[in-house]
């Protein structure tokens, strides 16, 4: 399960940023997940569960801001929701577009004391 990786890097990352902050505790993080980043939300916060054991994020909430993937047409100068699975063809002009503007971030956005 690779959601466990990612849990413990966002654990050891948010801790990092609030110690740096003075604080040592964490009561809550907010990642931003991308439809296309290859991580199950649910899998996430279980995993978070497990990674925040032991740590300033003990009893730290989760919270995850699901970001819908979505490609550019420049023919239309309109975005379109590629979908999952992906399907980078736009559906006003139907034509081809590889230009992805969101959907693969897994970032933390914010730290709570
Ligand atoms: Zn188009």
């Known amino acids: 399960m690779h959601e466990l990786s990612i849990a413990t890097a966002i654990v050891e990352q948010a801790e990092r940023l609030a110690r740096a902050d003075g604080a040592d505790r964490v009561s809550a ?4 997940v991308g439809e296309l980043a ?3 939300p649910d899998a996430l916060h279980f995993a978070f569960e497990v ?22 047409c420049g023919g239309c100068a309109e ?3 590629v ?10 002009c139907d034509r081809p ?9 897994l970032e933390i956005t914010g730290v709570e004391a």
Request: proline fraction near 8%; include cysteine.
């Open 38 to 40: 290859g991580v199950v």
């Open 79 to 81: 975005e379109f929701a």
């Open 51 to 72: 990674a925040r054991d032991g740590t300033a994020l003990a009893g730290a909430r989760l919270e995850v801001e699901a970001v819908p993937a979505l490609a550019w």
């Open 97 to 105: 577009s590889q230009e992805l503007r969101s959907g693969r971030e």
């Open 83 to 92: 979908g999952m699975p992906p399907f980078f063809w736009c559906p006003h």
């Open 29 to 32: 993080v907010t990642v931003r």
